[in-house]
T-cell receptor, first 112, second 114 residues
Framework: SQKIEQNSEALNIQEGKTATLTCNYTNYSPAYLQWYRQDPGRGPVFLLLIRENEKEKRKERLKVTFDTTLKQSLFHITASQPADSATYLCALATNAGNMLTFGGGTRLMVKP | GAGVSQSPSNKVTEKGKDVELRCDPISGHTALYWYRQSLGQGLEFLIYFQGNSAPDKSGLPSDRFSAERTGGSVSTLTIQRTQQEDSAVYLC????????????FGSGTRLTVV
């Protein structure tokens, strides 16, 4: 069956370090993968999109990698700040349309 | 508008009653999606509208759920004969087109069925 797996345990890191979050998928052939940030009581906010033919995408302190052989995406936040604390969701879409399927999210806690 | 607007933000209803949830997408966004999120869970796809095409209803959990989108803009999600397991946050999102643009989500409607 199709699965999108993100670590359900919270990731705790120290301010200034690089946070790395993982998204693994099975039985998908995604056309693109997206990462979102969700704060409590709010809807997810779009961060980055990476297409199947791209290996890496950067935006300010954020970096996403996409390995279609490993069926994995890594999401990095460099020089992390307490304000980066949130739940981060990955989502996939196939060529069949652009409806996204979301992973369960990983909560990131950045401690000062 | 500047963002996706959902109303009401909170709704408490008695089991067996019908509820209507409203979504106002970003002007010009042709695609509109409904998801729901139960406490501590990921987002569950419900229904997707794209332009004038027939909606993708494949995520609706039962025939008590329905949605419409009038004039390619505002959408209403209706849940008939609500059950306690319908309690969740219902999120609406819109996006520009099918080209893989990011979604803009509203803040959701928290539905509690008592």
């Amino acid at each position: 069956s199709q699965k999108i797996e993100q670590n359900s345990e919270a990731l705790n890191i120290q301010e200034g370090k690089t946070a790395t979050l993982t998204c693994n998928y099975t039985n998908y052939s995604p056309a693109y993968l997206q990462w979102y940030r969700q704060d409590p009581g709010r809807g997810p906010v779009f961060l980055l999109l990476i297409r199947e033919n791209e290996k890496e995408k950067r935006k300010e302190r954020l970096k996403v990698t996409f390995d279609t052989t490993l069926k994995q995406s890594l999401f990095h936040i460099t020089a992390s700040q307490p304000a980066d604390s949130a739940t981060y969701l990955c989502a996939l879409a196939t060529n069949a349309g652009n409806m996204l399927t979301f992973g369960g999210g990983t909560r990131l806690m950045v401690k000062p | 508008g500047a963002g996706v607007s959902q109303s009401p933000s909170n709704k408490v209803t008695e089991k067996g009653k019908d509820v209507e949830l409203r979504c106002d997408p970003i002007s010009g966004h042709t695609a509109l999606y409904w998801y729901r999120q139960s406490l501590g869970q990921g987002l569950e796809f419900l229904i997707y509208f794209q332009g004038n095409s027939a909606p993708d209803k494949s995520g609706l959990p039962s025939d008590r759920f329905s949605a419409e989108r009038t004039g390619g803009s505002v959408s209403t999600l209706t849940i008939q004969r609500t059950q306690q397991e319908d309690s969740a946050v219902y999120l609406c999102a819109s996006s520009l087109d099918r080209a893989g643009n990011g979604y803009t989500f509203g803040s959701g409607t928290r539905l509690t069925v008592v």
